[in-house]
């Protein structure tokens, strides 16, 4: 059955729809293969994803109990356990790669956060993960970092497709795009055929507007509060806009006629923190051609349940987003600087999650070595 409905509405505005989330019990009871069915193209998971994923249920326990019969070390079974679940979605979203020529039909995997400052770091984790999972249809996610840059230049260069996530700033996402164009010309002199790297750039959108309303709210001035729930959205516009003006120049330009697919704007953290506002504000005001949209289960069922008309709300809209930015410089918000923090607080959060999933897998790890000693 053919997707209907707001799902289909942002399919037909030229929005891939991903479910941020991912867990073996989601493989296991045929979820995931349902959302698909429903209109979900893409999967992107990220440290908390997995760190929650394995505190919760019994999903992972014969995973687990295979691996302390190994010896594996607590690492060694994360990178097991992470990369079996993302091989197995990736082979649940094959045929939407396969029926879209590869643009979508993606699941992404991260690098270990804790590598966020150390090029060299990365770009072996990238490595080591991409033949890990062994799939065409995967992405390796490496943060925006500047640290960062290099490395998704030099995976790139390795015909590895790579999902950039952790940007937060027009200044980075610059950068970001000036790195994968970097790459893939590395990967044409290398002899990489460019039509089988695909990128897309995760623009952070909620935490901007969480970080900067209760600034306004602390003002308490009439221009502050109309100010608020605007920044975000405000943000990610100006955002495409650079990214239109990319792909419209020269250096761009020889990258599509030597086959390369444009780096897909991905619009990430679209859950609503704020119960004030509508729980799909981040999906009916950010629907543009040629963008992703990845979104958590509470805010994909809100979308299905009563999401917009599916209307392009983002052309045309450059002016206006420019003037909420100097409205914010004007009452005293630099957006910059919470930018700036917002990166900062993202790998920092990441590394949290990182190693609440190292001490969950470490703990299920010897339990299952208990049982297995007792048992003998």
Known sequence: MAPSGPLARLSEAGVAVWLDDLSRERLRSGNLAELVERGVVGVTTNPTIFANAISHGDAYDDALRVLAASGASVDDAVFTITTDDVRAAADVLRPVYDRT????????????????????????????LWAAVDRPNVFIK?????????????????????????????????AVLDAFQAGLEQARVAGHDLDRIASVASFFVSRVDTAIDPALDELGTPEAAALRGTAAIANARIAYGAYLEVVAARRWQALAAAGAHPQRPLWASTGVKDPAYPD???VDELVVDGVVNTMPEATLKAVEDHGGSGADTVTGTQDAAVAVIEGLAAVGVDLDEVT???EVEGVDKFIA???????KVSEGLQVAANRLADAR
């Open 101 to 128: 020529s590869g643009q979508d039909g993606r699941v992404s995997i991260e690098v270990d956060p804790r590598l966020a400052r150390d090029t060299d770091g990365t770009v072996a984790s990238a490595k080591a």
């Open 142 to 174: 490496i943060p925006a970092t500047v640290e960062g840059l290099p490395a998704i230049t030099a995976v790139l260069a390795e015909g590895i497709s790579v999902n950039v996530t952790l940007i937060f700033s027009l200044e980075r996402y610059l």
């Open 280 to 282: 799909t504000l981040y």
């Open 340 to 342: 700036t923090k917002l």
């Open 353 to 359: 999650s990182w190693e609440q999933l190292l001490a």
